[in-house]
C-alpha cells in the first residue's frame, strides 16, 4: 500500500533551519517523481521542490531557491527538504508528493507543520 509520512515539522525562528523528511512505503521513491508542496492558512498550496527519477533533475520555487534543499535517501526509501534561513513567509504546512513513473498516479502525505516565529 502505498503510504507517505512527513515529519521534521516545528517552530523555528527566523534564520533557523529545519530537516523535513518523507517516508515512502508500499513502493521504491527512487523510481518516483518526488516533491515538496506547501500551503500556508488562507493560501494557495505552492510547489515548493521536486527531484526526478533520473539525471538528478532538481528544481525549487524562486522564493526557497538558496535556502532549501531536496534530496533522497534511497537506503531509507525518503525524501528529504533541508530548509535554511528560514522566514516567517516559511511558515506552511509542508507535503511531500510522489508521481508514479508509468501511471503517472499523485500521492500524499498528511502534511508536518512549520512554523516560523521569533
Known amino acids: 500500500q502505498v503510504q507517505l509520512v512527513e515529519s521534521g515539522g516545528g517552530v523555528v525562528q527566523p534564520g533557523g533551519s529545519l530537516r523535513l523528511s518523507c517516508v515512502a512505503s508500499?513502493?521504491?521513491?527512487?523510481?518516483?517523481?518526488m516533491s515538496w508542496y506547501r500551503q500556508a492558512p488562507g493560501k494557495e498550496r505552492e510547489l515548493v521542490a521536486y527531484s526526478t527519477d533520473f539525471h538528478g533533475l532538481t528544481d525549487y520555487a524562486d522564493s526557497v531557491k538558496g535556502r532549501f534543499t531536496i534530496y533522497r535517501d534511497n537506503a531509507k526509501n525518503t525524501v528529504a527538504l533541508q530548509m535554511n534561513s528560514l522566514k516567517p513567509e516559511d511558515t506552511a504546512v509542508y507535503y511531500c508528493?510522489?508521481?508514479?513513473?508509468?501511471?503517472?498516479?499523485?500521492?500524499w502525505g498528511q502534511g508536518t507543520q512549520v512554523t516560523v516565529s521569533s
Open positions: 508528493k510522489a508521481i508514479a513513473p508509468m501511471s503517472r498516479r499523485t500521492y
Open positions: 508500499g513502493f521504491t521513491c527512487s523510481d518516483y517523481t
